[in-house]
């Protein structure tokens, strides 16, 4: 497996043996990563969050693809052995950074991220908790984009606070497009019918 485009492009990348690690498929980043870049917010100079990284393959891709930062978060013994394995020997400029961290329970962010992407185990019901995790510990810039990779007959539970703007299938995986909303505002009061109720307490 390698990075297949950019800054990084034909890095090899560590997998280690076993089920416990899952990597996307290099045709299936290239296919997510193409998207990516051509909607808001773009990629290129964007944060970028690798949920559940196992290999770190998505988060290497992200940064030699223009990301300016990347996050990669992993708990996973196996993984984890893999991860630091591919992050030696970077780029003095690469701004790439591995967190130890269970995904359901982040802790608060160092600082909101413009684009997050979720592979956790398939079938194991942990996106979602992840996810609300994330928002709820400020993870999630306002109007992120997240990227949720599921197994092809898997499906999201829907999710307060976002939208699903597209589902791909590539192989034996799903990948779920979804765009934070921004908070409802409140309505402005109605000023002539304020200014009514007020003359009418005068009078």
């Known amino acids: 497996m390698r990075v297949t485009t950019g800054r990084l492009r034909g890095r090899r990348i560590l997998v280690p043996p076993g089920r416990e690690v899952r990597p996307t498929t290099d045709h299936a980043r290239r296919a997510i990563f193409d998207i990516l870049a051509c909607d808001r917010p773009r990629l290129v100079g964007a944060r970028f ?3 559940f990284a196992g290999s770190g393959a998505v988060g290497l891709e992200a940064w030699s693809r223009g990301a300016a930062r990347v996050m990669l978060m992993e708990n996973g013994r196996t993984a984890l052995a893999a991860l630091r394995h591919n992050l030696r ?3 003095r ?3 790439i950074e591995l967190r130890v961290a269970d995904a359901t329970r982040p802790g608060p962010a160092p600082h909101p991220f413009d684009i997050i992407f979720l592979d956790p185990p398939y079938r194991s019901g942990l996106a979602v908790p992840a996810l609300e995790a994330l928002a709820a510990g400020g ?3 306002p109007e992120a984009r997240v990227v ?4 092809k007959t898997e499906d999201l539970p829907e999710l307060t606070g976002f939208a699903v703007e597209d589902i791909r299938r590539y192989g034996a995986a799903k990948f779920v497009f979804l765009r934070r909303l921004a908070p409802a505002r409140p ?3 109605d000023r002539g019918r304020v200014a009514s109720r007020v003359d009418a307490a005068s009078g």
């Open 49 to 51: 969050l690798d949920v």
């Open 89 to 91: 020997d970077l780029p």
């Open 93 to 95: 400029e690469a701004a």
């Open 139 to 141: 993870w999630l810039a």
């Open 148 to 151: 949720v990779e599921l197994a």
């Open 187 to 189: 309505a402005a009061p």
